[in-house]
């Protein structure tokens, strides 16, 4: 056994090792649990008691031996490859920009929440409408000047001519077709105008419409629900005042104004100077339309509103033309909070 061991102990001393390949050869061969060494340890028993305690000895030194120059190898190796991928620990991290939600985004989905906090649910519907949903069914007569090529972008697909929505009421006509009353629901979503474009025009932006169908629904819920709105959007000293107006899918109808934001509508350029901006349309569903769209106009009444959400983006933000938008410079776009 001592003859065995001193063998080995020489053959441990000789291993030459140069990679990591060769470390876990090493390992099998005198660490592994059918290394030479652990049948000796088992052999240990048949050795007579007087020599036992001396034999057990060099043996456990043995181990201690291989185990020492296992450890010793694999830090070696440990240190070489973290020299290769020369990674300087003490080095300060780099810092990098984090993405930031564009401006409309972040309006779009302010405006969500506050009518999901009233019950109002999202519904959406398609870019490219067919007449029927963008215009007939709101009650828009056969010569009206909005169905002019002028204002719409008309397109061929199919058999049909379509048109690309020009406003986001088309969705209203889309749900009412669908579902029954009651009916609570808001639609985001691009439209398109044709429209030269400019800083006060341009011939794609963003809508949110609304949407309330039930019995007993008054204008006095309008008026209530938009107060509730422009306070919750530009804090709870907003004021708004209706203006009557004309929009063929509502009657009566009404043009909403907030008090300004910028000058606390003590009068500045913004508002030229009236205290008020106008922030969107609105009214009481016209009967035609609930008709149109199979809801019976003797049992159920609605409101609607329809905003553009770049406009309330320019209030909130102060952005002066509507082309910065969409040009994606990232010097306009990394000044709204970032993602995370
Ligand atoms: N669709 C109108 C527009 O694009 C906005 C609008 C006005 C929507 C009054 C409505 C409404 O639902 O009742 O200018």
Redesign the pocket.
Known sequence: MRDKITELSRSIANFEMNDIVQLEAFRIQFLGSKSEIKTLFGELKSVPNEDKKSVGKELNDLRVQAEEKFTNFRSQLETANIEKESIDFSRTGESFTVGSHHPISLVRSEIIEIFNRIGFVVSEGPEIEDDWHNFSALNFPPEHPARDMQDTFFIEKGEKEMALR????SV?VRVMENQKPPIRTISPGR?YRNEAISARAHCFFH?V???YIDKNVSFADLKQTLLYFAQEMFGEKAQIRLRPSY?P??EP?AEVDVSCTICNAKGCNVCKHTGWLEI????MVDPNVLEAAGIDSTMYTG????MGIERITQLKYKVNDLRLYSENDVRFLKQFTPSI
Do not use: K, P
């Open positions: 020009t406003h986001t009421s209203q439209v809508q419409e609304g949407l929009f899918f509502t109808s969107l349309g609105c009214g409101y609607a509103f329809g």
